[in-house]
């Protein structure tokens, strides 16, 4: 449906063309013309019209109480980190039960 509707204005020129080819009449080529003209005047805008009104932002106000957390992970030491495998390697894989 939506490209018949943008077919209209070719339609109305290749008819309109036609027509003045065929009559050598200029009111047929003028009526052509101003056929456009009144279809795009009709055509629905779907522009914005006028003024849109924008809500304020509201301004950041930070709590009195908000400190600074500091949540990035911290190095593990080696030896935890050399415990942590020997543990890992007795209890085996995961997916053993």
Same mark, same amino acid.
């Given at each position: 449906m939506v490209l018949l509707i943008n077919l209209i204005p070719l339609v109305i020129v290749l008819v !309109? !063309?036609?027509m003045t080819y065929k009559k050598r009449k200029l009111w047929i080529a003028i009526a052509t013309i101003l056929a456009l003209i009144i279809y795009f005047k009709a055509q629905p805008s779907y522009m914005?019209? !006028?003024d849109? &009104? %924008?809500s304020e932002i509201p301004?950041?106000?930070a709590p @009195? =109480? @908000?400190a600074i957390e500091?949540? =990035?992970r911290k190095p593990v030491p080696v030896e935890? %980190?050399? &415990?942590q495998m020997r543990e890992?390697? &007795?209890r085996g894989p995961a997916f053993r039960q």
């Open positions: !309109g !063309g036609f914005p019209k !006028g849109i &009104q %924008r301004e950041f106000t @009195a =109480n @908000a500091d949540r =990035n935890e %980190r050399r &415990q890992d390697v &007795q």
